[in-house]
């Protein structure tokens, strides 16, 4: 889990790095807030790569461990995603986007009682939403999602619920470059 | 006009659907037979057999068996088989509120209105004069004697010594049922492909008002579960839950092994069953019958409750 969470911030500032040098793109990071419905509350980072005016790439980790499992029972895991998406109306401060997303997610269970029970699975989802541009480069964006990978009781891990909401926080750390 | 035509579009689908099913006479949800504990409740419950009970008999371990969800008294029948002729202990088999009857009166049902029964034996035997009473729940049973331990039920009455749980459901394995709020209203009701001989026992359709239930007191004691819940004194409780089980996710068992704690602060204990079936102590009615090691799967937990039922602390 370490290790991936280290390469993720890994390619963020990679991504950070490239993108510097150029002076069109647009790299937003900042903090990501999920909630699954009948289920956690899981937050934590996001940063989304800027490619044309319609099309950006990003990634994102979040977990409960900032969210449900913070102060409670709830059970500990972890999200690891990279993602597409496609801009409608670029030129405007809000602007209405589509985004599909795949990653790795596992739970921690705590005990060996739960070995033989499944607690990884890849994630294929996708989301849309609305996205808004603020003058300062602050951007708020919310979505509505649908996880196309859920535990089934037979198979697959139990707390991977299809039906999830996100808002993210951003910061446009090349806007004053960009603009 | 394009949204005039989508309107009337939805509200075609909306209507065309019949919310109200084609019941045929041998399913249970007809009516024409109800739960045999509705005519002999004395065969199923405790309190109406032996209401009068000696000081010796009062102190007998008694344990109330609390099926499922769309279930009945049923679930719990080869228990009462298994034990057979012994007197050690005794079987109060509870009909939920609104179960073995017909599909109106299960539709019309709460969660509440299912728990109702458990509290009203629980409160018969105390009444009664019973001291030593244990629960075993199965499935949805199980979800609301965890609802009782969380809010505080027991605070006024006699602790239970022994909880029981079968195949608990903290997570459905259908995930689609976070989602009957919006879709439930659409479909109606869904149906559920019984055996021929479970029909008679189970319901064969789930109004949506009933999964809206299922789903309403999940979510209440998986938040209670993220709280912590505390056993009373004396009680200890024990889960068994198949590693593969579609109706009741197995991580159910991980929520509960995390959200239950003993009145001393200990874990409680849970044994993952190699098995697939849910509520696997029950083999009766299925498909096909039980393997070897689905027998001895049942032999096993029924001998392992008994065994706890009448151990002296």
């Known amino acids: ?179 | 006009m394009r949204k005039l035509i989508l309107i009337c579009a939805i509200a075609i689908v909306y209507t065309s659907c019949s919310k109200e099913p084609a019941i045929v006479d041998t399913d249970l949800d007809s009516g024409t037979f109800f739960d045999q504990s509705v005519y002999q409740p004395e065969k199923y419950l405790v309190s109406v057999a032996r209401p009068n009970p000696t000081a010796l008999e009062a102190q007998k371990p008694v344990v109330i068996a609390i099926h499922g969800y769309g279930a009945s008294t049923f679930e719990w029948d080869e228990f009462r088989t298994w034990a057979g002729a012994r007197t050690d202990f005794s079987i109060s088999q509870v009909l939920l509120g609104g179960h073995g009857r017909d599909y109106q009166t299960f539709k019309a049902a709460s969660w509440k209105d299912w728990r109702q029964p458990i509290v009203n034996e629980y409160e018969a035997l105390e009444r009664q004069g019973y001291t030593n009473i244990s629960f075993a729940g199965s499935s949805t049973g199980c979800t609301l004697i965890l609802e009782m331990l969380a809010d505080g039920y027991f605070e006024g009455h006699i602790k239970p010594k022994h909880v029981f749980l079968v195949d608990p459901i903290v997570v459905p394995g259908d995930k689609s049922l976070s989602l009957v709020g919006a879709l439930g209203p659409i479909l109606g009701y869904t149906t559920v492909d019984n055996t021929k001989a479970e029909e008679k026992y189970y319901y064969h359709y789930r109004p949506y008002e009933t999964l809206k239930e299922l789903r309403s007191v999940i979510n209440v004691v998986r938040k209670e579960l993220e709280d912590g819940v505390k056993l009373p004194a004396g009680c200890s409780l024990t889960v068994f839950k198949s590693e593969k089980d579609n109706v009741a996710d197995p991580v159910s068992a991980v929520m509960i092994y995390k959200g239950v704690r003993t009145s001393a602060g200990g874990r409680i204990d849970v044994n993952m069953v190699a098995s697939s079936l849910h509520v696997y102590t029950r083999l009766s009615g299925r498909d096909i019958a039980g393997s070897a090691k689905d027998l001895e799967n049942q032999r096993t937990t029924f001998t392992n409750m008994a065994a706890a039922l009448v151990r002296v602390k």
Not at chain 1, 40 to 68: C, F, H, M, P, V
Not at chain 1, 80 to 109: C, H, Q, T
Not at chain 1, 141 to 162: K, M, V
Request: hydrophobic share 35%; glycine share 8%; proline share 2%.
């Open chain 1, 1 to 179: 889990m370490k290790k991936i969470s280290s390469t993720l911030i890994v390619c963020l500032l990679l991504l950070a790095t490239i993108t510097s040098k150029s002076q069109t793109k647009s790299l937003d990071i900042g903090l990501r807030f999920q909630k699954t419905q009948d289920l956690y509350y899981e937050n934590g980072i996001t940063a989304q790569y800027q490619l044309s005016k319609r099309w950006a790439i990003g990634g994102s980790y979040y977990t409960s461990r900032l969210g449900s499992a913070l102060s409670s029972n709830a059970i500990k895991q972890d999200n690891f995603i990279v993602s597409a998406a496609y801009l409608f109306r670029p030129e405007r401060k809000l602007r209405p986007f589509v985004r599909a997303n795949v990653g790795y997610f596992i739970a921690d269970y705590e005990s060996e009682l739960f070995d033989n029970l499944s607690n990884t699975s890849a994630i294929a989802s996708a989301d849309a939403g609305l996205a808004y541009e603020f003058n300062c480069p602050l951007k708020v964006s919310l979505s509505l999602g649908y996880n196309g990978i859920t535990g089934s009781g037979d198979e697959g891990a139990g707390t991977l619920y299809p039906v999830f909401y996100q808002a993210s926080v951003t910061w446009n750390i090349f806007k004053t470059h960009s603009r």
